[in-house]
């Protein structure tokens, strides 16, 4: 039985390889003709359909190879020049590298001690809804602060398991479900907030590119863009707890009898010098990253500032080379093994890459993108445009993967600007926001949002749909009424 399942499962994924492989190399040959498409625009534009059909259904990283290679063999540039573009970026090394740091944090434990610290508040003991405040808490802000995307999910989600078993609680009982659910939230509330790290910033980085080559002046702050964001995102995150808690109203009187000391059964050791020095040494680059956005005139800031791009790769060399207790700060070969997110660096790669291209005039698709839809905004308002903005974001970035729909849609974002003289940073910096910590109604959407629907143990595909679906349509009323302001106020 397990054999045949493993050969339908072989079967499946190879029907999906073959289907993604024929759209990226056949689609240019379809008798369509798309108004401003040049032929290098059709050949790009099947490989970006089918390395996003390929992104859905299969393996993110083979995918991710084949589309740079695919955008190597077109009409589109030489092999060598597309190999430079998308690797040797210096968005791409900084992301690089800042995966290894904060891939040590995880390797080093020194996530499980802010967990820890949070799963373990007093206040908390005979609240169980406060306890579960902490612990979405926790997982925002360790994703919020280091950008680790998976890391809170697989310390909380088993710290919930035993808590559960342990007041009798199963599957059936909807505020496990809920719990469960909300971890993840929370870890996606702060996935879009470091400007400093992964997703957020390679599609700041991005949209600079783009808003450069159109001649337009760029003005997007990273320490502005920290700020603003980690708020909005409390502030979701927040409503989101609120909102399982006196709308959805699970029973949790069973979780009324989990104490502090049945959560410290397992204690920690203290941190070593070690860890330590890793630790206070993310909190120092991280300021250098974010305080020449603040003080931009100041003498040593200003030299950080023009540096930024390389502060990752220095650190890394500097705690490579430091060792402390007989081994290096960071163990560079096993982080880079095991606590690398080597398939989102692909994925981001080839994204970064494709929306360059996309974006190119020898493509004439930003040209198609603005007939069809410059009709559709004509005459919005900032506003009305952002509102509209946000609702088709809301819907493809939980058809499709979230990072490249936000990607894909910011030349939209910068023409429209540009053709009505608005500021596009308010906007755009939302965009990123939003089309990040949205992306967790279907499979599709997120990795985040693969992770639910494969935790059969505690939810069934429906769960993360409906409940999921009303979290996400939450979340869109907290950016429209709450994000809008607060990025004019912080961004504009």
Not at 229 to 238: C, E, K, Q, S
Not at 266 to 293: D, G, H, W
Not at 408 to 429: E, H, K, R, Y
């Amino acid at each position: 039985m397990a054999d045949k399942k493993k050969s339908g499962s072989v079967m499946i994924t190879t029907i999906h390889s073959l289907i993604g492989i024929a759209i990226m190399f056949l689609f240019r040959f379809l008798p369509i003709s798309l108004p401003e498409v040049t032929p290098t625009g059709m050949e790009i534009l099947g490989i970006f359909l089918g390395t996003l059909y390929l992104w859905t259904t299969v393996d993110p990283i083979w995918s991710s190879v084949l589309c740079i290679a695919a955008i190597g063999m077109s009409s589109y540039a030489p092999m060598a020049g597309v190999l430079t573009t998308a690797f040797g970026s210096p968005v791409v090394a900084q992301m690089l590298f800042m995966m290894i740091y904060t891939g040590a944090l995880v390797h080093e434990k020194i996530t499980l001690h802010i967990g820890r610290w949070f799963l373990t508040r007093k206040i908390a003991e005979g609240r169980p809804w406060l306890l579960i405040y902490f612990i979405t808490l926790g997982a925002y802000v360790m994703v919020a602060f280091t950008g680790s995307p998976f890391a809170p999910i697989f310390l909380f989600w088993p710290i919930l398991y035993g808590m559960f078993q342990q007041v009798g609680m199963t599957r059936d009982d909807k505020f496990a479900k809920l719990s469960v659910i909300l971890v993840v939230v929370g870890c996606l509330c702060g996935f879009g907030v470091p400007p400093y790290v992964s997703n957020p910033m390679a599609m700041l980085n991005n949209y600079r590119q783009i808003a450069a080559a159109q001649g337009s002046d760029v003005v997007l702050n990273d320490g502005m863009y920290f700020i603003c964001y980690f708020i909005l995102g409390l502030i979701a995150m927040t409503a989101a707890v609120l909102f399982c808690k006196f709308v959805f109203r699970p029973d949790a009187s069973k979780m009324k009898s989990i104490t502090v000391a049945d959560l410290n059964k397992n204690k920690l050791e203290p941190l070593t010098l070690r860890q330590k020095v890793l630790a206070y040494s993310f909190v120092v680059l991280i300021l250098c990253m974010l305080l020449p956005c603040w003080f931009p005139n100041a003498p040593v800031l200003s030299f950080l500032g023009d540096n930024s791009m390389g502060l990752a790769l220095v650190f890394v060399a500097l705690l490579c080379a430091l060792r402390i207790e007989g081994k290096p700060v960071i163990d560079f070969l096993p982080v880079m093994e095991k606590q690398v997110a080597w398939p989102s660096y692909f994925i981001i790669v080839a994204a970064i890459l494709i929306s360059s291209v996309l974006t190119a005039e020898s493509t004439g698709i930003t040209a198609f993108l603005n007939v069809v839809l410059s009709p559709i905004f004509s005459g919005m308002n900032s506003v009305v445009f952002t509102i509209v903005l946000m609702v088709l974001m809301m819907v493809l970035t939980n058809l499709c993967n979230s990072f490249v729909i936000g990607v894909v849609l910011q030349p939209v974002m910068l023409s429209f600007c540009m053709a009505n003289g608005i500021n596009a940073a308010p906007i755009v910096s939302l965009s990123i926001f939003f089309v990040l910590s949205n992306a967790m109604v279907t499979p599709s959407a997120s990795p985040f949002a693969a992770l639910l629907f494969g935790n059969k143990d505690w939810l069934d595909a429906k769960d993360v749909y409906i409940h999921c679906g009303i979290l996400a349509l939450l979340e869109l009323v907290v950016v429209l009424v709450v994000g809008i302001p607060l990025s004019n106020l912080f961004m504009g």
